[in-house]
T-cell receptor
Framework: GAVVSQHPSRVICKSGTSVKIECRSLDFQATTMFWYRQFPKQSLMLMAT?????????EQGVEKDKFLINHASLTLSTLTVTSAHPEDSSFYICSARDYGLGGAQYFGPGTRLLVL | GDSVTQMEGPVTLSEEAFLTINCTYT??????LFWYVQYPGEGLQLLLKATKADDKGSNKGFEATYRKETTSFHLEKGSVQVSDSAVYFCAISGGGADGLTFGKGTHLIIQP
């Protein structure tokens, strides 16, 4: 149980284009999902908290107009990187909180974004 | 704000050695504590957790005890295997709808 999927697993795009990443909780409902960013050989940094049916809460320093988050259902959250630039290249990881399993977060496998 | 400090790696051990990875934290309030593991090429997996003082989380031979007096959550295993080679992250959560605050990760290498 407690499986979270992400799609795509990796994406290469041209500078200036937008990229959408999907995060799904496959066997549980998640009212709260989280988006993290991981740079090479560094830890995960929380970008935003995605709440079903309401606006996302962004961490300080994260541009909400650049990283659009939508949490339209209890099993799906999307992150759209708008007008991507090379400095947005990173590993993006989502997680979902399952309150029925002690509140632990379960992580997706991550999406590798490369902006040329 | 909350922060997590864990020992820098890489940590290299021989198979069947005893493992300790130190983790300390600072937090406002009463956090829940977690260890996550990231195997090569895979996503993070929850290894174990503890939600209150003196709780011991355990899984796959790994253990960690919530020490409120020392604000620590050290990860231990009595006899490591090559398959334990991975990056281990200590993390805390303030509860509610909070995201996790992670340590920088410790790369563990087990040699046969």
């Amino acid at each position: 149980g407690a499986v979270v999927s992400q799609h795509p697993s990796r994406v290469i795009c041209k500078s200036g284009t937008s990229v959408k990443i999907e995060c799904r909780s496959l066997d549980f409902q998640a009212t709260t999902m989280f988006w993290y960013r991981q740079f090479p050989k560094q830890s995960l940094m929380l970008m935003a908290t995605s709440n079903e049916g309401s606006k996302a809460t962004y961490e300080q320093g994260v541009e909400k107009d650049k990283f659009l988050i939508n949490h339209a259902s209890l099993t799906l959250s999307t992150l759209t990187v708008t007008s991507a630039h090379p400095e947005d290249s990173s590993f993006y990881i989502c997680s979902a909180r399952d309150y029925g399993l002690g509140g632990a977060q379960y992580f997706g496998p991550g999406t590798r974004l490369l902006v040329l | 704000g909350d922060s997590v400090t864990q020992m820098e790696g890489p940590v290299t051990l021989s198979e069947e050695a005893f493992l300790t990875i130190n983790c300390t934290y600072t937090a406002t309030g009463y956090p829940s504590l977690f260890w996550y593991v990231q195997y090569p090429g895979e996503g993070l997996q929850l290894l174990l957790k503890a939600t209150k003082a003196d709780d011991k989380g355990s899984n796959k031979g790994f253990e960690a005890t919530y020490r409120k007096e020392t604000t620590s959550f050290h990860l231990e295993k009595g006899s490591v295997q090559v398959s334990d080679s991975a990056v281990y992250f200590c993390a805390i959560s303030g509860g509610g709808a909070d995201g996790l605050t992670f340590g920088k990760g410790t790369h563990l290498i087990i040699q046969p």
